[in-house]
């Protein structure tokens, strides 16, 4: 069974930082892309970021680069989203998905992925 779980959210004062972990399990994730999103409260879900494949090709919405990095570990069985400098605008549920690689045309397209965690909250806020 595929299962993706995020961890490592949770409250933050703004100016601090946060890591967002997504494993994967029962599936290795080293040829697929894995992407987070996220929903603010009253908003639609955005991408966030992606880590394209095992080459570690990335993407970034515009808004967020520079602030915030995806990376895998050397197992490829966990993303990583680290979230530095972060505003009161970042609360969210953050959401990973992951896809075949082959199969992403648009890596910050929801539809573009058939597989999903649950969310983590992240709140920023003092």
């Known amino acids: 069974q595929v299962e993706l779980v995020e961890s490592g959210g949770g409250l933050v004062q703004p100016g601090g930082s946060l890591r967002l972990s997504c494993a994967a399990s029962g599936f290795a994730l080293d040829n697929f892309a894995v992407a987070w999103f996220r929903r603010a409260p009253g908003k639609e879900r955005e991408g966030v970021s992606c880590i394209a494949d095992s080459n570690g090709v990335t993407y970034y919405s515009d808004s967020l680069k520079g602030r915030f990095t995806i990376s895998r570990d050397n197992a490829g069985s966990t993303v990583y989203l680290q979230m530095n400098s972060l505003k009161p605008e970042d609360t969210a549920t953050y959401y990973c998905?992951?896809?075949?690689?082959?199969?992403?045309?648009?890596?910050?397209?929801?539809?573009?992925?058939?597989?999903w965690g649950q969310g983590t909250q992240v709140t920023v806020s003092s």
């Open positions: 998905a992951a896809e075949e690689a082959w199969r992403i045309e648009h890596p910050l397209k929801e539809h573009e992925y058939r597989y």
